[in-house]
């Protein structure tokens, strides 16, 4: 084989089998479980390169393929490791593999994956003072280094920084996740706290070129350009549209402090540093193999989105591309699907977020376009008006397409469909909330945003009469975000005063309009158009009906030309 990589299911080793069998190589998978074979086919990697080996690196290696380049990429990365558990894969299995490749007869290279931290350090490590995890990687990177020596193996060590991109949802990513959930009141560490990133994709091309260097060198790949932690945070929190603590509390607090009050790992402490690090060697080494860093703020953006549409790794999104939106009033708006020319723009209703619709487009045929709409779901709060912020969202649209909408979305998209008839082709309202008995239930109670805010998955999926599934697990965990709850109560009570005026504009509508409800959940106001009924369905038919809701919408775009 061109290459064998250890650890290959992991974060980075799985990326690297993908940038290795990208370049045409052959590649050696070494694996306990193969979980790689299908992530690579959802990436569209083609996998005729690849082979899969089983093997477990805490146990001394044989019978593998000979390969001309071996990388070390397992490790095991957790807090709150004991000794043993930790020792197991990043001293002993480190040094098993060292031991399988020195064996090699056309051995090329040894990368050796290591981190930013851990390679500065000299002695044996003290894992009571730093925790099993960073101790063993200490302990790991010396034994490594000195056993390469004794056995004349061709050893490169890679010292990579905090590494961020699809997928990463440790380390740095929990610090994001409690700025996005409100959780996040004051920030670790000082205002010279320097905590590197690099990038996957940077990464990954950075290991690929390593075999063909020198050997010997050690190499801190890391953006020096990292904004300070307390700006890192102030980007991704501008970006997101949440927040960034104004205070921070000093790591030698911490320490001292009760984790039950600080919620911090002790573990995670000693990253609080203003050290820097020997990036000469990976930068002059970057430039020889014509390898730019992307910006850091770029990528800080692009990973937020990531880490909010996967919901923090419990979830897969289902539409892409996705990301934060930024109106030209400043509004932060969250934005799946084709911005330019879907063919139909699907608004969501209380107190759901865009999510409600994935059943439905499952079944569409054309390309769709969802927001979460201000304030809700995954948008942040605003003073923007609702129709000015649709107007916006729509200005970069460039077809005409059906514009749907769901319960109290309705009166904001038939506003739309009367100012600018020329823009869509059509309206399609979804149990249209101003022709219909005000709702009853965990929205209209006085109680009614703790209620909301309290609420389990399977508790909101009993009160809106829905099956629980991830799109109700998706908006019980934004309403629980700070002011989603209250803001769903206020947005029912403006659509109950403006129920008389939607119900006038119907009648001046111009563009053609449809009205799909379910049986359960009748209209109480007759009205001069075409209405679907769906048997059986309540006020959520996408989430108990969604191939009857799509049918109407494609027998809809069939009729109207679209």
């Known amino acids: 084989m061109d290459a064998i990589v250890f650890g290959a299911t992991g974060f980075v080793g799985r990326s690297l089998v993908a940038e290795l069998l990208r370049r045409g190589q052959r590649v050696a998978a070494a694996v306990r479980n193969d979980s790689l074979t299908p992530w690579l086919i959802s990436q569209g990697v083609?996998?005729?390169?690849?082979?899969?080996?089983?093997?477990?690196?805490?146990?001394?290696?044989?019978?593998?393929?000979?390969?001309?380049?071996?990388?070390?990429?397992?490790?095991?990365?957790?807090f709150g490791l004991g000794e043993a558990e930790a020792r197991a894969t990043n001293v002993t299995g480190a040094l098993n593999v060292l031991e399988w490749a020195a064996a090699l007869p056309g051995l090329r290279r040894l990368v050796h994956i290591s981190g930013y931290r851990v390679s500065a350090a000299e002695g044996h490590p003290d894992y009571a003072r730093l925790g099993a995890y960073e101790a063993s990687k200490i302990e790991g990177d010396l034994a490594v280094r000195a056993r390469a020596a004794a056995l004349s193996v061709p050893l490169s060590i890679a010292n990579p920084s905090t590494v961020i991109g699809p997928g990463q949802y440790i380390g740095l990513a929990t610090l994001v996740e409690d700025l996005w959930k409100g959780r996040l009141p004051a920030l670790p560490g000082g205002p010279d706290t320097f905590l590197p990133i690099t990038t996957i994709d940077y990464l990954v091309r950075f290991l690929a070129e390593i075999p063909a260097s020198p050997a010997g060198e050690h190499y801190w790949v890391l953006d020096d350009e990292t904004p300070l932690l307390p700006e890192l945070i102030g980007t991704m929190a501008d970006h997101m549209g949440v927040r960034a603590p104004r205070r921070s509390i000093p790591a030698g607090l911490l320490r001292r402090l009760p984790r039950t009050l600080t919620g911090a790992d002790p573990e995670t402490l000693s990253f609080l540093s203003a050290d820097r690090y020997p990036t000469a060697s990976a930068r002059t080494f970057a430039a020889n193999a014509a390898l730019k860093t992307p910006p850091a703020a770029d990528a800080l953006r692009a990973w937020a989105d990531d880490l909010v549409a996967a919901r923090f790794g419990t979830t897969t999104p289902w539409l892409r591309p996705y990301g934060f939106r930024r109106t030209e009033a400043g509004t932060t708006t969250w934005v799946a699907g084709e911005r330019r020319n879907p063919e139909h723009v699907l608004l969501h209703g209380l107190p759901m977020n865009a999510d409600l619709w994935a059943p439905v487009a499952a079944h569409l045929p054309g390309p769709v376009l969802a927001p979460d709409l201000p304030g809700l779901g995954r948008s942040a709060a605003t003073n923007e008006p609702v129709d000015a912020w649709l107007a916006d969202l729509l200005s970069t649209v460039q077809t005409r397409p059906a514009l749907v909408a769901h319960s109290l979305a309705c009166g904001p998209a038939l506003r739309f469909a009367v100012d600018h008839p020329d823009r869509i082709s059509r309206l399609v309202l979804v149990s249209p909330s101003f022709l219909q008995a005000p709702?009853?239930?965990?929205?209209?109670?006085?109680?009614?945003?703790?209620?909301?805010?309290?609420?389990?998955?399977?508790?909101?999926?009993?009160?809106?009469?829905?099956?629980?599934?991830?799109?109700?697990?998706?908006?019980?965990?934004?309403?629980?975000?700070?002011?989603?709850?209250?803001?769903?109560?206020?947005?029912?009570?403006?659509?109950?005063?403006?129920?008389?005026?939607?119900?006038?504009?119907?009648?001046?509508?111009?563009?053609?309009?449809?009205?799909?409800?379910?049986?359960?959940?009748?209209?109480?106001?007759?009205?001069?158009?075409?209405?679907?009924?769906?048997?059986?369905?309540?006020?959520?038919?996408?989430?108990?009906?969604?191939?009857?809701?799509?049918?109407?919408?494609?027998?809809?775009?069939?009729?109207?030309?679209g």
Do not use: K, W
């Open 46 to 78: 083609d996998i005729g390169g690849l082979d899969i080996v089983a093997a477990d690196i805490t146990r001394p290696l044989t019978e593998l393929p000979e390969a001309r380049d071996v990388y070390n990429a397992a490790a095991r990365f957790a």
């Open 439 to 561: 709702a009853s239930g965990p929205t209209r109670s006085r109680l009614a945003a703790p209620i909301l805010r309290r609420m389990s998955a399977t508790r909101l999926a009993r009160a809106l009469g829905v099956p629980e599934g991830p799109e109700v697990a998706s908006a019980a965990a934004d309403l629980r975000r700070p002011g989603a709850a209250r803001r769903v109560t206020v947005a029912v009570r403006a659509d109950i005063a403006e129920r008389q005026r939607s119900r006038a504009l119907l009648e001046r509508l111009t563009t053609p309009v449809q009205i799909v409800v379910g049986s359960a959940d009748a209209l109480t106001v007759a009205v001069d158009c075409p209405v679907a009924e769906i048997s059986g369905a309540g006020h959520y038919p996408q989430l108990t009906h969604a191939p009857q809701v799509a049918h109407h919408l494609s027998t809809l775009s069939a009729t109207a030309g």
